[in-house]
């Protein structure tokens, strides 16, 4: 059995995508992980192996810390119509105020919220309930633009930055999250739009690319991994900060698709799909992206 | 006011490396915003280090640099403890100065 | 900044060294405010003109003048430039951009142990030569270039 699923992807890579990608998708997610495998089919061309000769000191000298910074101190400073502090009353599934290995045990299932819930999406909704803002004033304008990067964005590059060098670990042993995981999958393989297009039509196979960059196969552990390293990160198209939660909205924007509305379930189950195929990899925190 | 500058200071060897992140929009005066206006200059010029109480480094910059910028910087003869003071300035007269101790 | 002008001032009134040093480099000492920041140099709009604004005309290449960026950058937004001085004496690095409307991106004058190497980060509006300019404390000037392609990118990762 474990032989015959190889074969058919080896054949499957070797062939150019002649099946779709999500069939090839259910193919690979059958096939036990292999964490520390390098991606086979990703050939590295000239202007790859260049761009990251530079990556290493552009990760080291990121300006995403200065939104770390910032969000350190929204998560200390007591604010909103309560006045209490992210710090003194968020509970991101770890105890209240535990900040330190939060983020890559998200997304989670939290019983007082009843819902699974990304990072971003735990700290708005004690952003509501326990400092009291008002949920559509943060959704309004949930992500950064050139002129404004909003306080959700700093404090999510704060908690993520807590879970540098930590390893994945959604808990997808808990049934909640593993039925968010299946709806994530099943999001992720879902063909509608003007392009009938879906998530895993760039993500759902080896080797596919736009224009200069390589495209993660987000159906294989490390695949997902490229889909999560670096999200948060500091977009330098803009020089913007921008969270997980944008990139899943912009996959569907790209798609041409109505983006899902802001930490919702959709975008909270897909993220549990993507970051729970890269379970037991190691999460680098915020990053750089181009 | 302008947000904190970001400081990294380390002796390596002999050598302390001093590296900087700014927080500052660097508009290029040539850029326009969604509503098609152009968006006006503004953006660091000056840029000055001082370390242990010396000026090592007087700086001026221009448009072309990146927004957020990022600099790097090796100071000799100074040692872990000393305190780094940096200093920016832009074309509207805004300025922030931030300082670190260099760590060992 | 009035601290650091003050600074300044008292230091290049104190010690000859420094004084010297910042006198002699890109940056007239009197230009740490920001009313003289080098306006002819910075709003030239080609290299020629920022060279003579330095006085850098007279320039030449210089293998022991090291100029780092990548052949393509990632983003032409942000892309990072170093540039190390082996040249003794050096007391001043500038970097250009030949093809962006102004040139000159920055300029740094190093004292009181300060190693002459400079790591920036720069937008470069398209493929172009990147220029870094050395000048050492007898006042000669020295360039290395590369050129550096900028392409347009996908989705953002």
């Known amino acids: ?290 | 006011m302008a947000d904190p500058m970001k400081i990294r200071a380390q002796m390596k060897g002999d050598v302390a490396e001093v590296r900087v992140l700014m927080a500052h929009a660097m508009e290029t005066g040539q850029r326009k915003d969604n509503a098609g206006n152009l968006v006006p200059a503004h953006f660091i010029q000056q840029v000055t280090v001082e370390v242990g109480g010396k000026l090592v480094i007087q700086g001026q910059t221009g448009t072309s640099v990146s927004r957020n910028p990022v600099f790097a910087f090796k100071v000799k003869g100074a040692k872990a403890g000393d305190k780094v003071v940096v200093n920016w300035v832009d074309n509207k007269g805004d300025k922030r100065t931030d300082e670190a101790a260099i760590a060992a | 900044m009035d601290t650091m002008r003050r600074q300044l001032l008292k230091g290049a009134g104190a010690t000859g060294a420094l004084a010297a040093a910042l006198a002699a480099g890109l940056l007239k000492p009197t230009q740490v405010l920001a009313s003289e920041w080098n306006r002819t140099a910075f709003e030239a709009k080609e290299s020629p003109a920022v060279l003579k604004a330095l006085g850098a005309s007279g320039s030449s290449d210089s293998k022991d003048l090291q100029l780092k960026a990548p052949e393509i950058a990632e983003n032409g937004a942000v892309v990072p430039v170093e540039v190390i001085s082996n040249i003794p004496n050096t007391i001043s690095i500038a970097v250009l951009v030949d093809k962006n409307p102004f040139p000159l991106s920055a300029a740094f004058d190093f004292a009181n142990g300060a190693v002459p190497e400079i790591s920036v980060r720069l937008k470069l509006g398209q493929t172009s030569v990147v220029k870094a300019v050395a000048k050492t404390a007898d006042g000669k000037f020295y360039t290395a270039q590369k050129e550096v392609k900028v392409t347009v990118g996908g989705c953002g990762g």
């Open chain 1, 1 to 290: 059995m474990r032989i015959a699923l190889i074969l058919a992807v080896a054949t499957a890579t070797a062939a150019a995508l002649p099946i779709p990608g999500w069939a090839q998708a259910k193919a690979a997610a059958r096939k036990p992980p292999p964490p520390a495998a390098a991606p086979k089919a990703e050939e590295k061309d000239a202007a790859t192996l260049e761009f990251e000769k530079f990556r290493a000191e552009m990760e080291d000298s990121n300006p995403a810390e200065l939104f770390e910074a910032k969000g350190e101190e929204l998560w200390k400073a007591r604010r909103g119509p309560r006045n209490v502090s992210l710090a003194e009353s968020c509970d991101l599934g770890l105890g209240v105020g535990v900040v330190k290995g939060a983020y890559v045990q998200t997304p989670r299932h939290y019983p007082d919220a009843g819902a699974v819930m990304d990072a971003e999406r735990r700290i708005v909704w004690c952003m509501v309930e326990k400092q009291g803002f008002n949920f559509d004033d943060i959704a309004k304008r949930p992500f950064a633009s050139d002129t404004h990067t909003p306080d959700i964005t700093s404090l999510v590059t704060y908690v993520a930055a807590q879970s540098k060098n930590m390893k994945l670990a959604v808990p997808l042993d808990d049934p909640k999250v593993r039925e968010a995981y299946e709806i994530g999958k099943e999001i992720a393989a879902y063909r509608a739009g003007p392009y009938d297009f879906s998530c895993n039509t760039c993500h759902g196979a080896d080797g596919k690319r736009i224009r200069m960059q390589a495209l993660p196969n987000i159906s294989t552990p490390q695949g997902a991994l490229r889909g999560v390293q670096g999200w948060p990160g500091y977009r330098m198209t803009g020089g913007v900060m921008l969270t997980h939660q944008w990139r899943m909205g912009d996959c569907f924007r790209q798609q041409r698709f109505p983006q899902p509305k802001y930490a919702s379930d959709a975008v909270a189950y897909l993220l549990t799909y993507l970051i729970g195929t890269a379970n037991g990899l190691e999460y680098k925190g915020p990053g750089i992206k181009r």
